[in-house]
């Protein structure tokens, strides 16, 4: 299960329990609240009648203007309900609990001595009940709130304020209704907030998790960048990681692969020494020794390359770079490369000048130089271009060689990797690796091909100007 879909799922039970808990307290609370404040204004009501029907003629009084009061037709508009017309009954009766007035004259002469609110209320206690006005029909509940009529000191009777439920309904379903309405808003903001939280929880994870994915497949990935600082501490732990990781392995690979290399010169240099301590004529001696040379400086070359490509690999980028002349580096590298070949400089009119490490980019363009020389014939020419491109400069080499195998160009710049010479014999393989790490330093690329305009090959160095 994914982190969002967690997250989408504990809102859903969260909400489920806050919907049930909220239509919990609109059907066991809300109405019963409603009741209590329409019966506490019915018990101010009660006695503010009680006391007027307790006046000289106040009955009388009270019942005409109960008689007008519901001829009138209202114009009440009260929290958005509409009330037309007085929906207040009240009955009176003796001391013995027998109807003296009804407004609705329903139950003028009957006895209510039974029901609560005249039994309380005639034996000097609250009185009031919840009952139905028409027992036949199920909505017709209403709220008798009495009080007593008192003559010095004594209760004489009561009066009791009739109040039908369905005019404190209407106010409940349209609380109801609004809280409801607040519910479904607030579901939907807090809905849109957890998948936008979850989005903003979870695309850096992802971003993460597909830097992973890609290390793990062996490309060359970068660090996503994140605002989250617990995300970019995880990202950050994941680089250390993957950098220990790397230079662990890659301290395995260079050991065995450098064991491998070093064994052919170390065993053609012991051979050739056992054989120099025997008998052996003049002439022999003396390319015995060549040999012995030669395999020396392979083995000095190859440790000098080793510790220079260690220390491009372990570097992000240059320290000081300085403004140089492109072509002056190009000469000099051809100044180095020796006799054997004619090789040509071919400069761009315009100002060449970038900002590099002179001493490395040299050594690159020497390489290129170098292996064009040992995959070509001594009579071929070697053509080193320097090329404008809008945004960089281009350093070609090109030569008029044998090629290099389709197989093979995969592999040109892995470290170790060498193919055999025409004239037989191998490099460190060692050299494309470092004029990649010098490109990579320099913010370029580095691409070798095989030439389609004839045989050869054609290896350029792309630097941002």
């Known amino acids: 299960m994914t982190l969002r879909l967690r997250f989408i799922l504990s809102f859903c039970l969260l909400s489920a329990a806050a919907i049930y808990y909220l239509y919990d307290f609109i059907h066991t609370e ?3 609240q409603y009741l209590e404040t329409v019966e506490e204004s019915l018990n101010d009501t009660a006695n503010i009648l009680a006391s007027i029907a307790g006046q000289p003629l106040g009955l009388e009084i009270l019942a005409k203007s109960m008689q007008e009061a519901r001829e009138r037709r209202l114009l009440a508009l009260i929290y958005g309900f509409r009330k037309e017309k007085v929906e207040l009954d009240l009955y009176l009766t003796d001391e013995h ?5 009804d407004s609705s004259s329903r139950a003028t002469g009957q006895d209510y001595s039974s029901w609560n609110d005249v039994l ?6 609250y009185g009031a009940r919840s009952s139905l006005i028409d027992p036949a029909k199920a ?3 209403a709220l008798f709130v009495a009080a007593p009529l008192q003559k010095e000191g004594r ?5 009791t304020v009739v109040k039908p439920k369905y005019s404190v309904d209407v106010l409940v379903d349209r609380a109801r209704s609004k809280i409801i309405a607040g519910i479904a808003l607030t579901l939907i903001a807090l809905f849109a907030f957890t998948l936008l939280f979850s989005v903003w929880v979870t695309r850096p994870i992802g ?3 597909g830097y992973v994915e890609a290390l793990a497949r062996g490309e060359d990935a970068r660090l996503p960048a994140t605002k989250a600082p617990e995300m970019r501490a995880l990202g950050q732990a994941f680089e250390k990681m993957r950098r220990e990781l790397e230079g662990k392995q890659y301290v395995e690979q260079t050991l065995r692969t450098l064991t491998h290399e070093l064994r052919s010169p170390l065993s053609g240099l012991v051979a050739n ?3 120099l301590d025997q008998a052996v004529r003049p002439e022999d001696r003396h390319h015995l020794l060549q040999n012995a040379r030669r395999d020396c400086e392979r083995l000095q070359s190859l440790c000098e390359h080793v510790l220079l490509l260690a220390a491009l690999e372990n570097r992000d980028s240059l320290a000081s770079p300085e403004i140089v002349s492109l072509p002056d580096i190009a000469r000099r590298a051809i100044d180095q490369a020796g006799p054997g070949h004619t090789i040509t400089l071919k400069a761009a009119a315009e100002a060449t000048q970038i900002r590099a490490y002179p001493v490395l980019l040299e050594q690159a363009i020497l390489s290129l130089i170098k292996n064009a020389k040992d995959f070509s014939p001594t009579t071929s020419s070697i053509e080193v271009e320097i090329a404008a491109a809008p945004d960089r400069w281009n350093v070609i080499v090109r030569d008029e060689g044998t090629g290099i195998l389709t197989s093979a160009l995969p592999h040109v710049f892995e470290r170790f990797y060498s193919t055999e010479r025409p004239g037989g014999g191998r490099s460190t393989g060692l050299g494309l690796a470092i004029v990649r790490e010098v490109a990579r330093l320099h913010g370029g690329t580095v691409q070798i091909t095989n030439r389609g305009d004839k045989s050869g090959t054609i290896a350029s160095i792309s630097i941002p100007r």
């Open 97 to 101: 609990g027998r109807i003296r007035y």
């Open 207 to 209: 971003k993460l998790t």
């Open 273 to 275: 020494l056992e054989l």
């Open 30 to 32: 809300i109405r019963p």
């Open 139 to 141: 909505d017709s509940g």
């Open 120 to 125: 309380l209320t005639l034996r000097g206690r």
């Open 155 to 159: 209760i004489t009777g009561s009066l």
